[in-house]
C-alpha cells in the first residue's frame, strides 16, 4: 500500500486544523487529564481503595495483556470474570460475582458494548475503559461511576490518558495529579521525536526510508519498555495539558465510519472470519474474527506482504468453542477511500492464490 502510515503502532505528528471538529466537552465535562490510560485507571483505583474498604479488583479475562500485567505489577488483589468480547449483545450482571467492596472494570469492546450499571445500594464501584471506543455511544451516554480512556490510541499524541466521572457534580476539575519525574518528561519527547520522523518517512521521499524506519520504531520500542515497567502516576505538564486538548474536540469517528462503510460494502463474504459491526456504532477499526490462530496468522502475513499491518487484540487471550482471535486493520484519518479499496482488495485477493 501507498500509504505508510500504518507501519508502526502509532500516529506521526499530524496538525490539530486539518482535523473535523467535534464537542467532545458537551459529554466530557468532568475530568482530568493523564499521560496513560494505565495512570488513569491507577488513580482512580488507588483513590477508592483509600477511601473504601475495597476487597477485590475484577478485570475482563479478554484484555489487553499489557494493561493486565501492569495492574498485576501494583495490586495483589486482581480476579477476572468470563465476558465474550465478540459479542455486544451480553448479559453480564456485575452482582454476580462482585460485592460493593469491589471495583469492577468493565471494557467498551471496539466500541460497541454498553453495559447496565446496577442502581442498587450493595453494587460495586464500576469503571469503563473506553480505550478501543472512544466517542462511542456507550462512551458519551455512560452512566458507570468513572470512565477511563487511553487518548493516544485514537488521539495523533504523544501520550495521552483520560479519567472522567459521568454526570459528576463539579465541571471540567482538570486539575495537576500525580509526582513530577522529569525522566517520564523525557519518554513524552521520546515519542514525539518518533512521531516526528515518522511523518518525516511518509511524506518526504529524498530520506533513506529504511534507516528513518528503523529510528522511529526503535524509538517506540523503548518508550514502550519504559512505560511498562514504570508504575507511578505523573503530573501533566501544562505545556503536554494544552497539546493534548488541541486534539480532544476532534470528531475521530467521522472518519472511521466512512472508511468502515465503503469496505463493508466491497469485501466479500468469507466463512473463515467474522466482521465485527452493528448499526448503532463504528468500530475502533476494521475488526476481523478467527476461531483459530493460524488463520488470523495466515491473514495478517498475507496483508504485510501487501503493505498493510493490522494488530492482532489481544495476543495471549486464550481460544474458547466459537470466535476467539481478532485482527484489528486501521481505518482512521490517516487513510482515505483510495486505500480503503487497496485494503479491500487485498483481503479478498486471501485465500485465492
Given at each position: 500500500m501507498e500509504n505508510k502510515a500504518g507501519i508502526g503502532s502509532f500516529f506521526h505528528s499530524t496538525d490539530a486544523d486539518a482535523i473535523t471538529n467535534f464537542n467532545t466537552q458537551d459529554y466530557i465535562t468532568n475530568y482530568n487529564l493523564f499521560y496513560t490510560g494505565r495512570h488513569a485507571i491507577k488513580y482512580i483505583f488507588d483513590k477508592l481503595i483509600a477511601e473504601e474498604n475495597i476487597a477485590k479488583i475484577w478485570l475482563p479475562k479478554y484484555y489487553c495483556q499489557?494493561?493486565?500485567?501492569?495492574?498485576?505489577?501494583?495490586?495483589?488483589t486482581?480476579?477476572?470474570?468470563t465476558l465474550d468480547?465478540?459479542?455486544p449483545e451480553h448479559q453480564l450482571n456485575v452482582l454476580d460475582f462482585a460485592t460493593d467492596k469491589d471495583i469492577v472494570l468493565l471494557?467498551?469492546?471496539?466500541?460497541?458494548?454498553h453495559y447496565n450499571i446496577p442502581t442498587t445500594a450493595n453494587k460495586p464501584f464500576c469503571i469503563e475503559d473506553h480505550s478501543h471506543g472512544w466517542l462511542s455511544s456507550g462512551c458519551l451516554t455512560s452512566k458507570a461511576d468513572y470512565c477511563v480512556a487511553s487518548l493516544r490510541k485514537t488521539l495523533p499524541i504523544p501520550l495521552g490518558g483520560i479519567l472522567w466521572?459521568?454526570?459528576?457534580?463539579?465541571?471540567?476539575?482538570n486539575t495537576s495529579i500525580g509526582n513530577v519525574d522529569p525522566v517520564f518528561y523525557d519518554n513524552w519527547d521520546l515519542v514525539n521525536k518518533a512521531m516526528q520522523l515518522k511523518q518525516n518517512y511518509i511524506y518526504n521521499n529524498s530520506v533513506n526510508d529504511d534507516t528513518l524506519k528503523q529510528k522511529y520504531l526503535n524509538l517506540i520500542s523503548d518508550s514502550e519498555n519504559y512505560l511498562q515497567h514504570q508504575y507511578q502516576v505523573i503530573?501533566?505538564?501544562e505545556e503536554h495539558r494544552k497539546l493534548i486538548g488541541l486534539y480532544l474536540n476532534k470528531n475521530y469517528t467521522h472518519y472511521k465510519k466512512h472508511n468502515l462503510e465503503y469496505l463493508i460494502q466491497n469485501l466479500n463474504k468469507n466463512d473463515n472470519y467474522l466482521i465485527l459491526k452493528n448499526n448503532k456504532n463504528t468500530t475502533f477499526g476494521l475488526h476481523l474474527v478467527f476461531k483459530d490462530l493460524d488463520t488470523l496468522q495466515?491473514?495478517?502475513?498475507?496483508?504485510?506482504?501487501?503493505?498493510?499491518?493490522p494488530s492482532e487484540l489481544w495476543p495471549g487471550n486464550e481460544q474458547?468453542?466459537?470466535?476467539?482471535?481478532?485482527?484489528?486493520?486501521?481505518i482512521d484519518f490517516r487513510y482515505t477511500i483510495k486505500d480503503m479499496a487497496y485494503i479491500a482488495t487485498s483481503l479478498n485477493q486471501w485465500g485465492n492464490y
Open positions: 499489557h494493561v493486565t500485567s501492569w495492574l498485576q505489577k501494583c495490586y495483589s486482581i480476579h477476572f470474570y468480547p465478540f459479542n471494557n467498551n469492546f471496539w466500541g460497541l458494548f466521572q459521568p454526570n459528576g457534580k463539579t465541571q471540567n476539575n503530573s501533566v505538564k495466515s491473514v495478517k502475513k498475507h496483508l504485510i506482504q501487501k503493505g498493510i499491518y474458547t468453542n466459537s470466535w476467539s482471535f481478532l485482527l484489528n486493520i486501521h
